[in-house]
């Protein structure tokens, strides 16, 4: 290992695309754990169940009928957390501010299998859902008022996941929220300066060290990043820049999925158990920019941190000061790659 | 209530002590919850337990043995995240960036009794952790390493909390974490213009609106401020601007306590449970500047929602956009307000 010093002392580690700090104290990932367990489901689901409301021919809460899909099916979020029927409104009364966002939320089911999630399906199965986030990204971007198409997957009860049907969701908005905010500004002045893509050069010194590299096809590279956050964190990046996923060819996207298909079987296989996490893409918004800045690029946030049933809880001293983990980047990244 | 479209759709609400959104869905608060509940423990604790290496007279995992302490008892943690003795080094190697970073971590129990929790405690017991609070700010920032210092409590096993016992920690270091730097940014920009302090201006202003007090005494203020985040997050802040706490003066200590005290106890009785939440009191930097713009506050964050076992997963949107919240701040504060 290159430096030595990043792996016995506390440091803070420089996250490049959001401008902010990750704290991190190695020494600490010997103390004795005597917090909360995690509950495991070890249950078997079965490939069909008739309370579930995402799968085919089912009945949802608002009396819609499903299709007796095949592969991937998108609808409509009967719950959805922002509205394209709302009305416009500003409110800039002092120190109070606020505006009204509007937005369209869908669900996609990634296959109409009940007892399999992206780590059981083929890669072929993956790529499909990659097409439907393509196809969502383009139509979904082409509304006037959406300037910001965000897709993610909650998967497992312990990330607030409230049915284990296989599935994701897409909010579109109207503004760009905060996280992306703050890459997109990050981009733009490395862009400004340097003419090149920031997380591009990023790749290209990963690739060279190769410290915290889990696995890269022709298109993609699967790595830690060095300022990771949660204890097996990963993201997935194309190595050419790309500003969006529409920018995907058709083996482009076979490669996506498989770069898909590769960590979550690793991650199953890390603590013997399915393993939760959220999942998002983050690309260029939607607002008819250029955006030559933007690079676009997949992140995985796993809560579990020893074992099937010990997480890292994000909470006093993360809430109030900076998130910090134990175990290093570099760590991770060997656990991992073992795995692959 | 004054805006009533803030009552029913979406919109995004600005935080200007970070400078950050909240995504805000009101219509949203009525979705059915089909996902993971919490496990709430009702086992009624002693006031001594043999095994809790926080309680009087017993021995904690390096040997070292808790005195007959009969208050507040403080000692360095035992699994420190920073370390004072850790040498200085700098990653500058093209993107990867990193630097060392020291510190002291303390853990401070709030009363011998093993039973008790801050929302059971007498306001003169709690006067005694503000004032080993007060303590414990001044002496650590009197160290020339340390440039901040950051008090926090977690509670409940559901928040990380790894023993009952009722206790906090203090993590005290040589940089701003990232929470602090924002709020040290949006302070100072508003100090600089206005002559005036932020926050103090803010509680002018809700003072006035009336919508969101939850509890008010002689020198502070108990509030759900317009852009909380979690469903129940509540601010304590004293009316009149002071930099830090070791500014408190003894009945201005025994009014904090107070108000500790009254939203603890609120919060126990909103789902009848010891309530989990991280708090976290954010104060000027001890950097040896003046910090003129600096007027702290502390915040509670609780994740619970709907009752003892269902919280707010801060998941997929929340990790990759921005945080988001269902009941508005105005409905929350009503309900904590009926039980105070
Ligand atoms: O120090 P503790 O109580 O063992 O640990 C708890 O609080 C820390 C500070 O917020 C967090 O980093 C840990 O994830 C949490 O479990
Ligand atoms: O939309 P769901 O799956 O019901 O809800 C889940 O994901 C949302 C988006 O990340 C979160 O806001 C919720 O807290 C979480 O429980």
Not at 18 to 26: A, D, K, R
Not at 36 to 45: L, T, V, Y
Not at 66 to 86: E, H, W
Not at 117 to 126: K, Y
Request: charge should be neutral; hydrophobic fraction near 35%.
């Amino acid at each position: 290992m290159k430096n030595t010093n990043l792996q016995d002392y506390s440091h803070k580690r420089f996250n490049i695309l959001t401008g902010e700090w990750v704290l991190v104290s190695p020494h600490r990932a010997k103390r004795p754990w005597q917090g909360q367990n995690e509950e495991i489901s070890k249950e078997k689901r079965p490939t069909y169940d008739s309370t579930c409301y995402l799968c085919a021919t089912n009945t949802r809460i608002n009396g819609e009928v499903n299709p007796d899909y095949k592969d991937v099916f998108i609808f409509t979020n009967d719950f959805a957390a922002l509205q394209n029927n709302s009305p416009s409104f500003q409110v800039n009364d002092g120190l109070f501010k606020a505006q009204s966002e509007t937005g369209i939320c869908k669900v996609i089911c990634f296959s109409p299998d009940h007892s399999k999630s992206l780590a059981d399906m083929q890669v072929d199965e993956i790529t499909k859902v990659v097409h439907a986030w393509k196809k969502e990204y383009i139509s979904l971007g082409e509304n006037d008022f959406i300037n910001y198409v965000q897709i993610f997957e909650n998967k497992g009860a312990v990330m607030g996941c409230s049915n284990p049907h296989p599935h994701g969701q897409i909010w579109s908005q109207s503004t760009l929220p905060n996280e992306v905010d703050k890459k997109d500004k990050q981009q733009a002045n490395y862009f400004k300066e340097k003419k090149s893509s920031l997380l591009g050069d990023y790749l290209q010194q990963e690739l060279e060290a190769n410290e915290r590299i889990i696995f890269e096809n022709d298109d993609f590279v699967v790595l830690i990043p060095f300022w990771a956050i949660w204890p097996f964190e990963v993201m997935i990046a194309p190595k050419k820049q790309q500003r969006n996923i529409a920018e995907l060819s058709d083996s482009e996207s076979r490669n996506f999925a498989e770069a898909i298909s590769v960590i979550t079987k690793a991650y199953d296989k890390l603590f013997n158990t399915s393993f939760p996490y959220s999942s998002g893409i983050h690309q260029a918004p939607t607002n008819g920019k250029k955006n030559n800045h933007w690079h676009w690029h997949m992140s995985f946030y796993p809560p579990l941190l020893r074992s099937a049933t010990v997480k890292k809880f994000m909470v006093g001293y993360e809430m109030f000061g900076s998130p910090q983990r134990d175990i290093t980047a570099e760590i991770a990244a060997q656990r991992i790659k073992e795995l692959v």
